[in-house]
T-cell receptor, first 118, second 114 residues
C-alpha cells in the first residue's frame, strides 16, 4: 500500500519551545493531508486539513496560531506546535489523501509522533 | 452534530469465542474504514468498505457495511490473543462535503484472554 512517512516519531521538549513535525507521502502526490491528535485511550480528533498551496482549514476549537500547518509541496506537510506547553503533550498522527490508486481518495496514515512537553 | 459511535467501548473475551463490534454513524456516507491500533502505535488499515452491502473478510475478522441503517459491523470469529488491540471505525464524509474528511468512532478496546 501507499506509504506516508512521519518524523520524528518521538520528541521531548521544554515548555516554551516550538516543535516541527513532518509528514511526507512517499509514493504519491497528496494535494490534501490531515493532522490528527490523540489523547491517551481516546479516539483520533481531526485538527486540520492541509491543502497544498493554500491555507489549512482548522476544525472548531483548534488554535491556528498554536498549531501552524504548512503544505508547501505535493509530498510534504508540516505541523509546528508553537510555544509548546505540557497540555500540548499528545500523540499526533498525519495522513495523506491519495487522489488516485486502487482506492481513490482514501487516507494513508503516518506512524505518529509522540510529543512530550516538560 | 456528526457522531460515530462504537459499542462496546471495552470488550474482554475468551479465546475461541465470537463477538461483534458495532459502528453507528449519524450522517450519509457510503465509505467506511476499520483500523486496528496497538498501544503506542499508529493505525493499521484492516478494511475498506466502499458501498452498501460491502462485506470483507481477512482471517478471523469480517466487516460489513449497511449504509441505509448507517451501521457497520466488525465480527471476530474464534478470537485469539493476538487480536487484542483497539479497533476504530472511520466514516468518510468526503464525497458529500468535498472535504474528504474522516470522522473516527469512539474506539473499542478488545482484550482476548488466554
Amino acid at each position: 500500500g501507499a506509504v506516508v512517512s512521519q518524523h520524528p516519531s518521538r520528541v521531548i521538549c521544554k515548555s516554551g519551545t516550538s516543535v516541527k513535525i513532518e509528514c511526507r507521502s512517499l509514493d504519491f502526490q497528496a494535494t490534501t493531508m490531515f493532522w490528527y491528535r490523540q489523547f491517551p485511550k481516546k479516539s483520533l480528533m481531526l485538527m486540520a486539513t492541509s491543502n497544498e498551496g493554500s491555507k489549512a482549514t482548522y476544525e472548531q476549537g483548534v488554535e491556528k496560531d498554536k498549531f501552524l500547518i504548512n503544505h508547501a509541496s505535493l509530498t510534504l506537510s508540516t505541523l509546528t506546535v508553537t510555544s509548546a506547553h505540557p497540555e500540548d503533550s499528545s500523540f499526533y498522527i498525519c495522513s495523506a489523501r491519495n487522489p488516485s490508486g486502487r482506492f481513490k481518495n482514501i487516507q494513508y496514515f503516518g506512524a505518529g509522533t509522540r510529543l512530550s512537553v516538560l | 452534530e456528526l457522531k460515530v459511535e462504537q459499542n462496546p467501548l471495552f470488550l474482554s473475551m475468551q479465546e475461541e469465542k465470537n463477538y461483534t463490534i458495532y459502528c453507528n454513524y449519524s450522517t450519509t456516507s457510503d465509505r467506511l474504514y476499520w483500523y486496528r491500533q496497538d498501544p503506542g502505535k499508529s493505525l493499521e488499515s484492516l478494511f475498506v468498505l466502499l458501498s452498501n452491502g460491502a462485506v470483507k473478510q481477512e482471517g478471523r475478522l469480517m466487516a460489513s457495511l449497511d449504509t441505509k441503517a448507517r451501521l457497520s459491523t466488525l465480527h471476530i470469529t474464534a478470537a485469539v490473543h493476538d487480536l487484542s488491540a483497539t479497533y476504530f471505525c472511520a466514516v468518510d464524509i468526503g464525497g458529500a462535503s468535498g472535504t474528504y474528511k474522516y470522522i473516527f468512532g469512539t474506539g473499542t478496546r478488545l482484550k482476548v484472554l488466554a
